[in-house]
């Protein structure tokens, strides 16, 4: 019987099928409470996803829909396993990880962040990478300090 009428892709075109890995931080997997419950959640649905998608009857339907969930669900299963649990800080004396910080931009804006996880990050939500320039900059610094990350100098101005 010809390739042509079989149901079956090749397994060359089901290794086309295998998402390359997530790439994944060499920093160490520093997270928040709320930050591992959120990889937790994420790890949690991308297993739903993959099972609903290995119920699929078609076999190159089955590849092509639980192709994203499980590069997904490898990635959060490995986020979930390194996550370093970090105590939320004990003082406002100075900026650490899980802190939250105001600082005073050179060209006159404030801004306020906490320092987080990476996979936790979301400016837009006030929220950054503790490997970031500025946060990395801004660490053990204490109100009033100055810091610079590239050509951007900040002012400490407040922390909580």
Do not use: H, W
């Not at 009428?5 to 920093?27: N, V």
């Not at 100055?146 to 100098?153: C, K, Q, R, Y």
């Amino acid at each position: 019987m010809s390739v042509a009428f079989t149901k079956e892709d090749s397994a060359e075109t089901a290794a086309e099928l295998m998402l390359p890995d997530r790439p994944i931080s060499d920093a160490p997997n520093l997270v928040t409470p709320d930050g591992l419950e959120a990889l937790q959640r994420q790890r949690d649905a991308a297993r739903t996803a993959y099972e609903l998608a290995m119920a699929i009857e078609d076999v190159n339907e089955r590849r092509r829909q639980a192709a994203g969930p499980l590069r997904d669900l490898r990635y959060y299963a490995e986020r979930v396993r390194t996550a370093q649990l970090m105590a939320a800080p004990t003082g406002t004396d100075v900026v650490a990880f899980g802190t939250t910080v105001t600082f005073a931009r050179d060209d006159g804006r404030t801004q306020t962040y906490t320092i987080v996880g990476e996979d936790e990050a979301d400016p837009k939500a006030g929220t950054i990478s503790y490997v970031s320039p500025i946060a990395g900059a801004l660490m053990g610094k204490s109100v009033g300090d100055l810091a610079s990350a590239g050509a951007l100098e900040v002012e400490v101005v407040a922390i909580a």
